[in-house]
């Protein structure tokens, strides 16, 4: 005969906390059986002051049945899954996973037999390699060989709105040689969430929809997913960590006396993942050149990008990425710092690796100077004016090490002013010269064939970058006071050939970034003639649809000097409806269509 009343308090499983285990058995002589009963539970004490039970069992153990010797019933109320921990190692981790329902454990005592229907009520589970975390609930259906998880609602953790649903199977063994088979609708769904302390080399926090497959043996899973971004999305990769990849020899070479040697373990665990990426403008990516200076791109734009990832280190990228919007940050020797507007149809191409990639990149630079440098020998004063003039670069060629080339537009200036200056810029040398003067004196120089004629003084290009400083302190302390607007200030100090300036910028984005507003104010100092004028360019841009389909402009805008003579004063306004619509074929054969149509 064989009875007992048993406690353990603390136990661990693998590390793992179980909690106190409270077991009584008694043998049944008649029918050679042993009838248990007991409870896993916390230290917590409830309210009639019993113990928090977890999981309870009650059934008979026949000791004569091979093959149905076990009969059990179980109730979980709650269980926390995070037991599966140390199997699920690597892969995904449970903080905390509530598991309520009743079932049955029956069949030989080797290989039991689990049956049941349980309900997941709350959770907290990361997803390990991409660092999110996300809340899952819904009913569970468990069967001897196979744990099924039907219509389960995911949220991402902290939001109460629905991000996607699962549905999938466990298929086991007896619980060994586990393989899954999930697949994941997924509408708002946080796809990564990392950081360069997780990844140096690509990183970011991805919203996404589309459909996700995840199955294979837990010791070799692999993800594929076809995805769109959505709102709120960022994903950066780091160039700033490319090197070349050395040859890794396969011989070793050991000492032929030493007898011992290891066993080849071909239990390898691994994930794959292979994911298509439709890229929207709702996605903002960013290519980082040097992490120090933050040199790179930063871009919004579509396309579709492949994606192979796995756990042995393997990344490749493979597509077309056309840049609708961004802005290019060009730094040199830590004395220019000037960010570069990206122009639309610049395009990154995927090729494998993505330090192999190869860029098609126009970007301009746009501030407001006088020609007048230009013109050394010019008495009658009407080059003085500030003009808006566009210093742009281009970067073709591979990614880690583009071939950069320079020009410089000045859109408003009158044809006949424009081709002298183009004549002049004709010089390769005389245009990287004049480029460079743009971006570190804010100002023209003296062309070299006029050399003798004076230029930009060291004290006006000391002025020139230390009001650039001063302008930009200002305004980063600006953006600092109120999240509702974004305000800066631009202050140039004028010289010799140019006036004094100060403006002040301001731009806002309402109702989800449908409705746009940018200007600037403020007024310029002609010094030699001491006047002065209010200055004022305001756009507003309004999208009728979300989509951004159709779109509504305004604006008032300074007129230059041809302009005013022509319209008779100093500003310019306008107001449009924009149409945009993007397609890939124009035409159709209509009667191919009308017989496909038909055999339908």
Known sequence: LLSSNIKIDNFYLNNYFIGNISTYTAYQPLNKSLYMRGNLSYDYTQMMGTKLKYLTFDGIYYTDKKDSALDIDIEAQPFNLSILNPILK?????????????????????????????????????????????????????????????????????????????NGNIFHNNFSNMRLDFDISAKNLLALNTNPLINK?????????????????????????????????????????????????????????????????????????????????????????????????????????????????????????????????????????????????????????????????????????????????????????????NAQLSLKGKITSPEIQFNIDMPQLDVATKSK?????????????????????????????????????????????????????????????????????????????SSQQMELTMSKQMFNNRLSIDGSFGVNNNQTQNTSQIIGDVNIEYKLTESGKYVLKAFNRTNNNTQMTISGGPYTQGIGVGYKYEFNTLFHNRKKQNKQTNKK
């Not at 598991?99 to 069949?107: D, S």
Request: aromatic share 12%; hydrophobic share 35%.
């Open 90 to 166: 690597d892969i995904m981790t449970i903080d905390f996973a509530f598991l309520y329902g009743k079932g049955r454990i029956t069949g030989p005592i080797d290989k039991p037999h689990i049956t049941g229907n349980f309900k997941l009520t709350d959770s907290k589970i990361k997803t390990d390699y991409l660092n999110a975390y996300h809340k899952i609930t819904g009913n569970i259906e468990v069967m001897p060989d196979q744990i099924r998880f039907d219509e389960m609602k995911i949220h991402n953790y902290n939001n109460n709105d629905q991000a996607g649903t699962l």
């Open 201 to 389: 080399d690509y990183y970011g926090k991805i919203y996404t929809s589309g459909t996700i497959g995840v199955y294979g043996f837990i010791n070799n899973i692999s993800i594929e997913a076809d995805l769109t971004p959505k709102k709120n999305s960022h994903f950066i990769l780091s160039l700033a960590n490319a090197s070349e990849v050395g040859e890794n020899s396969f011989v070793k070479f050991t000492n032929l006396k030493d007898t011992t040697h290891e066993e080849n373990n071909n239990n390898i665990s691994g994930l794959q993942m292979n994911f298509v990426f439709n890229a929207t403008p709702d996605l903002e990516t960013q290519v980082i050149f040097n992490e120090k200076t933050q040199d790179g791109v930063k871009a919004r734009g579509d396309g579709v990008i492949e994606m192979n990832i796995n756990s042995f280190g393997k990344f490749e990228m493979n597509g077309e990425y056309i840049i609708r919007s961004g802005t290019y940050l060009f730094t040199l020797e830590s004395i220019i710092n000037k960010k570069f507007e990206i122009k639309n149809g610049s395009e990154i191409t995927f090729i494998g690796n993505p330090y192999n990639a190869l860029i098609d990149v126009t970007a301009g630079y746009t501030q407001k100077t006088s020609i007048a440098p230009l013109f050394p020998y010019d008495s009658s004063g009407v080059y003085k004016r500030r003009y808006p003039v």
């Open 421 to 497: 200056i183009d004549l002049l810029l004709s010089d390769k040398n005389e245009l990287n010269r004049q480029f460079f003067s743009l971006l570190l004196l804010k100002s023209f120089v003296t062309p070299l064939q006029y050399a003798n004629s004076g230029g930009v003084s060291a004290g006006n290009a000391l002025a020139a970058n230390g009001s650039e400083m001063l302008s930009n302190r200002i305004s980063n302390a600006l953006k600092g006071i109120s999240n509702f607007v974004d305000v800066g200030v631009n202050y140039n100090p004028g010289a010799q050939n």
